[in-house]
């Protein structure tokens, strides 16, 4: 299941401000070498977790790539995110194994817990909640994986268990 | 006497069952108590199902531990490696005695996982003492010309262990006689298949063997460049390959002039995918690393004749890589051995869904689905009955239990209408809904058409609607015709593997479960007890004990009922979440 993809862009998010000179780096690395259109955008979305329009624009001025190419390749990836997202992305697998053994009922448990929807994120920035195709850990399914760790054999109460730990841990921090 | 070993698997899975816990607590346990002993690391096994493992080996041989999790390590260390008193129940694989889980090894035959679970990943010089780099070191001093190499690859009978089946030995053939200064050769890693996750597995476990083969591959085609095409879902195995490029740079296996042999210059780096199953079919893959949106192209040309940036290509999949310097050490009759006429040597598959012993086993070609499921897989859980086995993913198809004798070939698995795939190999139960698989299937290749073609792109659409209006309870009875003609059309009319495949999970299921389909459409029932809006949930008066455990928890305030009551379930609120079926200890509520 690809990542339902946010709307296009909010007055927000082209208000937000972005430290553009976060990529001077990464420009400076793959300018001028073919084929360099996806690590360019993969290294922007490392930097701030999404592609900020202001980005896009940077990239194609001190580039030269095309501003319309590169939309349509950042369009046409799940990975690619043209909206911030939360301090934590809960990526809820949705891969054969973990279909039949129930996956949608830890995102429909995660959902109520959060109130958020699938691809949304919580009014607080703190968790994003996202379906993803495969992690590749389908003998522990139903699996879900918050930033680098993975959770494995879940139920939809461990899953919410889970998200609120994180949530409690962060308020006391 | 030789230091006792202390070796914990840290591939994907282990991680994500603790395994850092448990290595974390043993190496405070040997730093503490002084423990003597050598604290190690290495990938997955294969046997999932026990993870967290732990290997010990001491004087008198190994023993692996299953289930080991932060909890245990204490009473296995102090057990085994203190006192010498190996706790046989806790044991799942050694020589020395039967375990209770030895029938998932017996029957493996490892070429291409040879090394997962026993090397540390990390480490060259563990690879080298397996044999490793000797491949191309016996091609130099030998001086066994590219053409030799390319024959005993075709002699070996070894075929793209990605899908296709094509024989890998003709497909460097072609790229071979392309004449150009520059060529490539890419490693697939874009296992994009849900419920096949072996390359995963592999590039974790063994990456030295997807870069010797593909060091031997460059020499035989005459390749300048590789490239490793991996999932960003994959971030582990992205680090351990990175790591054991840099270290094969270091040793000179890459580079200018490798191994001493005069103009083989060849290197490799990591792109990483972006997220599309699309890519996973080679001339899309090429879009994507040359920096395009991954959309298949038109064929021939060929990507042996042009392919990345025009040139001459070469792709196989990381199974197929690591195939190739087991089968130049030890020949290609010791591979072809192995297998039927027409497929040879071992292929891996990966065990998940409603089976006990999920995880991953290479087996001979030739073996039946029925011996993988039940004696290496150790049958289906909760005493439930085998329905079907999904091979191939989104683009193969269900295999139904009464052909649950087909042996696994390229041939034999293509004729029951699913197809060899990758090895993702998902089994399923008497409580999987057949139609609702279809529909996620379907909803999955619906999401991950590329947009080129308009019968992939609108008919999958098309159809998906159909399955999900005949899982609500909405089909018409014409609908199964309307699926049949709109699945051959858009067989006939997609440019790639994506589209021509992406009607064979509901082919298949019309093949074998036609009846589960009319009970939907005809009966208005889900015979699996799966699809919501079928369903109905009603308290047994009987049974119920009125303990009110299911009011409680109701999220929408469906269930009424006094204290020590009979309750009853409000038809019109109930959202159909079964949260009560699961927590009612009496049984006393019923699906029908």
Request: with cysteine.
């Amino acid at each position: 299941m690809r990542i339902a993809r946010l709307k296009v862009q909010t007055e927000k998010t082209l208000q937000d401000a972005v430290d553009l000179s976060l990529i001077d780096d990464l420009i400076k690395k793959y300018n001028g070498k073919k084929g360099n259109m996806i690590p360019l955008l993969q290294g922007t979305q490392a930097m701030y977790g999404y592609i900020p329009t202001l980005a896009f624009e940077k990239l194609a001025k001190e580039t030269g790539l095309e501003l319309s190419d590169m939309y349509g390749v950042a369009t046409f990836y799940a990975q690619f995110r043209l909206a911030p997202v939360g301090k934590h992305v809960i990526k809820v697998c949705h891969g054969t194994a973990c279909h039949v053994q129930n996956a949608s009922k830890i995102t429909e448990s995660i959902q109520e817990a959060l109130k958020v929807e699938d691809g949304g994120t919580t009014e607080d920035r703190m968790f994003t909640l996202e379906s993803v195709a495969c992690l590749g850990c389908c003998s522990l399914a139903p699996v879900m994986a918050i930033n680098e760790n993975t959770y494995g054999n879940l139920t939809g109460a461990e899953a919410v268990k889970i998200v609120k730990n994180i949530r409690i841990s962060e308020k006391t921090q | 006497m030789k230091k006792t070993k202390v070796i914990v698997g840290l591939g994907s899975c282990g991680i994500a069952a603790g395994a850092n816990k448990t290595y974390e607590k043993i190496r405070q346990l040997k730093e503490f108590e002084n423990l003597d002993f050598e604290l190690k690391k290495t990938s997955c096994i294969g046997m999932c199902f026990r993870e967290p493992l732990v290997e010990i080996i001491d004087e008198t041989g190994s023993y692996i531990y299953g289930n080991v999790d932060e909890e245990r390590v204490v009473e296995v260390l102090e057990k085994h490696v203190v006192n010498h008193e190996p706790i046989k129940e806790l044991v799942v694989k050694t020589d020395l005695f039967e375990t209770k889980d030895h029938s998932f090894f017996d029957g493996q035959v490892k070429i291409a996982l040879r090394h997962c679970g026993y090397i540390d990943p990390e480490s060259i010089e563990e690879y080298e003492a397996q044999q490793g780099y000797e491949a191309i070191k016996k091609i130099a001093d030998e001086e066994i010309k590219p053409d030799a190499v390319i024959n005993m690859i075709l002699e070996s009978g070894l075929r793209g262990r990605g899908g296709g089946g094509f024989p890998t030995g003709m497909k460097w053939r072609f790229a071979k006689n392309s004449v150009s200064k520059e060529k490539y050769i890419i490693c697939n890693a874009d296992e994009g298949d849900p419920g096949a996750f072996m390359d995963r597995s592999l590039l974790e476990g063994d990456p030295h063997a997807v870069l010797e083969g593909m060091l031997i591959g460059a020499y035989a085609i005459g390749a300048t460049g590789g490239i490793i095409y991996c999932r960003a879902e994959y971030p582990l195995a992205i680090k351990r390959l990175n790591i054991a490029i840099e270290q094969a740079r270091d040793q000179g296996y890459l580079g200018d002039h490798i191994m001493g042999i005069e103009g083989f210059c060849f290197d490799i780096y990591v792109k990483e995918g972006a997220g599309a199953f699309v890519c996973g079919e080679e001339t899309a893959l090429i879009a994507s690393v040359e920096g395009e949106r991954g959309m298949p192209r038109k064929r021939p040309p060929f990507p042996a004749v042009s392919g990345l940036w025009k040139k001459p290509t070469n792709i196989n999949n990381v199974e197929t890589w690591a195939n190739i310097p087991w089968i130049i050490n030890n020949g290609p009759k010791a591979y072809s051995k192995y297998g039927t006429a027409k497929s040879k040597g071992t292929k891996v598959f990966a065990l998940a869904g409603k089976i006990n012993n999920s995880g991953l086993v290479e087996v001979p070609m030739g073996i039946t689905i029925r011996d993988i499921i039940f004696k290496l897989g150790g049958g289906i859980p909760d005493g439930k009955k085998f329905k079907a086995v999904q091979l191939g993913g989104p683009s193969g198809g269900c295999i139904p239990e009464y052909l649950a004798d087909t042996i696994v070939d390229y041939d034999s698995v293509n004729a029951t209408g699913a197809i060899m795939g990758s090895g993702g190999m998902v089994v399923l139960d008497e409580d999987t809904c057949m139609v609702d698989l279809a529909k996620f299937f379907l909803n999955f290749t619906q999401n991950e058409s590329c947009g080129k073609c308009t019968f992939c792109r609108i008919g999958t659409m098309r159809m998906l609607e159909i399955l999900e209006r005949i899982t609500e309870g909405k089909g018409k009875e014409s609908d199964i015709e309307t699926l049949e003609e709109l699945a051959y059309q858009i067989k006939d009319n997609s440019l790639c593997g994506l589209g021509q495949t992406a009607p064979n999970p509901v082919l298949t299921t019309l093949k074998y479960f036609r009846d589960e389909y009319t009970a939907h459409i005809v009966e208005k029932k889900c015979p699996a007890k799966v699809c919501k809006n079928l369903l109905t949930y009603t308290i047994v008066e009987d049974k119920c004990t009125g303990c009110t455990v299911c009011a409680k928890n109701c999220p929408v305030n469906a269930i009424t009922g006094e204290r020590k009551q009979p309750h009853v379930i409000d038809q019109d609120l109930c959202i159909k979440c079964g949260d009560c079926y699961s927590r009612c200890k009496f049984d006393a509520i019923t699906i029908s």
